[in-house]
């Protein structure tokens, strides 16, 4: 058995998350994950982020399946109209990977 987001393991990010969000919003994910998610809440290989608009600023709100625990991390950056509004992180035992939801096939 592995544990799910070690930090010590490959990280990558899918072309369509490379070519749709900033750099700051990507490693905000891996921010998320290794300093307010991992070791406070059991987590699925499969995490869901929402990236909402806050005023004009971005919202990552955390989510995952069969958990009733959810969290929104309000972030300093400017909100733009194109990001995606939906983010996977996905961790295989391998490597983790962030993705969009059309990226999952």
């Keep these: 058995m592995y544990e799910v987001f070690d930090s010590h393991r490959s990280r990558y990010a899918s072309v369509g998350v490379v070519s749709s969000m900033p750099g700051e919003l990507i490693d905000s994910i891996w921010l ?3 300093m307010d998610l991992k070791g406070v809440i059991p987590l699925n290989n499969l995490i ?3 990236l909402l608009n806050n005023n004009g600023q971005v919202t990552m709100h955390f989510s ?3 958990s009733d625990v959810e ?4 972030l300093p950056f400017t909100y733009q109209k ?3 509004t939906e983010i996977f992180a996905y961790d295989d035992g391998t490597r983790q990977t ?3 939801p059309a ?3």
């Design 64 to 66: 995952q399946e069969n």
């Design 71 to 74: 969290m929104a991390i309000d």
């Design 103 to 105: 990226e999952t096939n």
């Design 32 to 34: 998320i994950i290794d």
């Design 98 to 100: 962030i993705l969009l």
């Design 82 to 84: 194109d990001l995606p």
């Design 48 to 50: 869901v982020f929402d």
